[in-house]
C-alpha cells in the first residue's frame, strides 16, 4: 500500500458506491494511505498507527480492509492494557518495546501510567467502532459486506502469470504425465498462453488466458493427471467421530482430518474446524495456502508470489457481492498466522489483509470441491470450463487427489476443457451461467451456451410471432404495438 497509484485502476470494494469520490479526494486519501502504511512500517506496535489507517481505508471504501486495519489496533491497544495491569512495566516509546522499571520509578509512574490507560481505553473503542462501522451485518452478525475487486496498489508482477510461472507449471506436467501415471508414455498435456475471445470487460489483458492442451493423441477413457494438492480441507469428523461436523452441517469419517499423518502435531488444524463448523473445508483451504507459501518460502516474501499462489487468476463479478466475518475472515486467520505460522502480522507487510483479500478471491475462483471437502489443485485448477467438456474429472476420497479423463479421442494440440460444477449439466443455458459465476467473469461462452442461446432467441421470436398472428392477446413486450 506504499506505492504511488493509477487512480484509473481505482475500485471501491464498497456494494453501494452511489456518490463516487472525486479525483482530488481521492488523491488526498491515497495519499494518506502511502504515509500512513509507511509509519506503520517504522512503529507496527503502535495501535495508533493501524487505526489511522484503517479510517482512510474506510473512506476509501475498502470495508473488508479498513475492518483488517481496525482488528489489528484493537489487538495491540488491549495486550497493551494487559501489560499496564502488570505495576512493573512500562510503554516503551510508540509502544515498540516494553521497559522493566527500577521500583521507585514505578511508583513515579502511577500518573502517567493512569493517563497511557485512558489513552489506550479510548484507542481500543475507537478500533472496534471502526471494525463495527464496516460490519454491514452488525449487530446481528459479525459480517461485513464487500466486492472482491483487485486492488490499485498490487504490484504489477503479482497481477499477471509471467513466463517463469509457466515454466513451473509445465515442468510439473511432464512430471506428472512420465512419473505420477506411471505409464512411461510421458506428458500428455501442458499449458500454454491462449487468447480466446474477448475479455467481456475489456479489463484483463488476454496474454494472461492460458489454456491446457493435448501434446499427443489420447485414447478414450485414458487418465490424463492425478493431481495431488497439498492445498485442501474438510469438515471432518464431529465429535466421537460422527459424520456430523462440529458445528452442524456434514463432515467426514476421518479421524485425523483434516491432519495428515506425515504432518507434524504443532500443525494441528483440528482448532480451525472447531471454529468454523460447516465452513471449515473454505477456511482450511485458505489457511493451507498461507501455509505452503510460509513453508516453501519463509515469512520473508509476499505469498502471492508463491508459485501455487501466483498461476492463480481471480474474478471479479461486477455485480456479485460477498460476505466477509470478523471471526472467520481476520481474526481467525491472524491467530493461525501468530500461534502456527510464526508471522509476526503488525511487522510483517506480506500478510497484510488485502494479501488475504486476494488470495481468497484467487481460491474462490479456482477451488473445486463437494459439500464435505475443498481442494485447490495446482495442474486441474489451469482447465478452461466448457458446458460440453472433453475431459471428465473426480475428487478422491481423500479430499485432495482429482483425476481427470478424457472423455472421447482426442487430438494432439487440442485444448481440454472440463465442466467446473456437474450439477449444472442438465440445467438450461441461463441458469447454467448464473451457476457458474464463481469461475467466470463473463456469461459462458462455450459452443453449448452460444448453440442454447441462439435456440432460445429462436423460440421466444417464434412466440412472439405466433402470438401476434393468432392473436391471443400474448402481451407485447416492448416496442410498438405490432400492426394486425
Ligand atoms: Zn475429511
Ligand atoms: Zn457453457
Not at 478500533?127 to 464487500?146: H, I, M, T, Y
Not at 475431459?391 to 476443457?417: C, I, P
Not at 400474448?474 to 416496442?479: A, F, L, P, Y
Request: charged share 30%; aromatic share 8%; hydrophobic share 35%.
Amino acid at each position: 500500500m506504499d506505492r504511488p497509484i493509477d487512480l484509473h485502476d481505482y475500485q471501491p470494494t464498497l456494494p453501494d458506491n452511489l456518490n463516487p469520490l472525486d479525483p482530488a479526494e481521492l488523491a488526498t486519501l491515497f495519499d494518506g494511505l502511502r504515509i500512513q502504511t509507511r509509519h506503520i512500517a517504522a512503529h507496527p506496535y503502535d495501535p495508533n498507527t493501524w487505526l489511522q489507517r484503517g479510517i482512510t481505508l474506510m473512506k476509501l471504501r475498502y470495508p473488508e480492509l479498513a475492518v483488517g486495519d481496525g482488528y489489528k489496533a484493537g489487538l495491540l491497544a488491549g495486550e497493551a492494557l494487559k501489560g499496564l495491569g502488570d505495576g512493573k512495566w512500562g510503554l516503551g516509546a510508540r509502544m515498540g518495546f516494553w521497559m522493566l522499571l527500577e521500583d521507585d520509578e514505578a511508583e513515579e509512574d502511577g500518573w502517567e501510567r493512569e493517563m497511557l490507560r485512558r489513552y489506550l481505553d479510548g484507542l481500543q473503542r475507537k478500533a472496534r467502532e471502526l471494525v463495527e462501522q464496516n460490519l454491514e451485518l452488525w449487530p446481528a452478525f459479525e459480517e461485513g459486506r464487500f466486492r472482491r475487486r483487485k486492488y490499485p496498489w498490487m504490484p504489477p508482477e503479482f497481477a499477471s502469470r509471467g513466463d517463469e510461472v509457466l515454466r513451473v507449471i509445465n515442468d510439473e506436467f511432464k512430471d506428472n504425465g512420465g512419473r505420477a501415471l506411471r505409464n512411461g508414455t510421458g506428458q500428455i498435456c501442458s499449458v500454454r498462453r491462449h487468447a480466446f475471445g474477448v475479455d467481456p470487460n475489456g479489463e484483463k489483458p488476454t496474454h494472461d488466458v492460458l489454456g491446457v492442451f493435448a501434446t499427443r493423441e489420447i485414447a478414450p477413457d485414458s487418465t490424463i493427471l492425478i493431481d495431488q494438492s497439498r492445498i485442501w480441507g474438510c469438515n471432518g469428523p464431529g465429535a466421537a467421530g460422527s459424520l456430523e461436523n462440529l458445528n452442524g452441517g456434514m463432515g467426514c469419517g476421518e479421524p485425523i482430518h483434516p491432519n495428515l499423518p506425515s504432518e507434524d502435531t504443532s500443525l494441528d488444524l483440528r482448532w480451525i474446524r472447531a471454529a468454523t463448523g460447516k465452513n471449515a473445508r473454505c477456511s482450511l483451504v485458505f489457511m493451507r495456502a498461507l501455509l505452503c507459501a510460509i513453508q516453501d518460502g519463509g515469512v520473508d516474501r509476499n505469498s502471492l508470489s508463491h508459485p501455487l499462489i501466483a498461476r492463480l487468476t481471480p474474478c471479479y463479478p461486477a455485480e456479485r457481492i460477498h460476505r466477509f466475518s470478523l471471526a472467520n475472515d481476520i481474526a481467525l486467520p491472524h491467530t493461525f498466522l501468530r500461534t502456527q505460522g510464526g508471522v509476526d502480522i503488525f511487522a510483517n507487510p506480506f500478510f497484510d489483509t488485502w494479501v488475504f483479500s486476494t488470495i481468497s478471491s484467487r481460491i474462490l475462483s479456482n477451488s473445486c470441491g463437494d459439500p464435505l471437502a475443498e481442494c485447490l489443485s495446482p495442474l486441474f485448477s489451469l482447465f478452461n470450463h466448457s458446458c460440453e467438456p472433453n475431459v471428465r474429472w473426480e475428487l478422491h476420497k481423500d479430499h485432495r487427489t482429482v483425476v481427470v479423463r478424457s472423455v472421447g479421442r482426442m487430438r494432439a494440440g487440442e485444448q481440454l476443457f472440463v465442466e467446473y460444477d456437474a450439477f449444472l449439466s442438465g440445467e438450461g443455458v441461463g441458469r447454467r451461467r448464473e451457476g457458474l459465476w464463481r469461475w467466470l467473469e463473463g456469461p459462458c461462452g462455450c459452443g453449448r451456451c452460444l448453440r442454447e442461446e441462439e435456440e432460445e432467441e429462436g423460440r421466444r421470436v417464434d412466440e412472439k410471432m405466433e402470438g401476434v398472428e393468432l392473436g391471443k392477446g400474448k402481451e407485447w413486450d416492448g416496442g410498438e404495438k405490432p400492426v394486425l
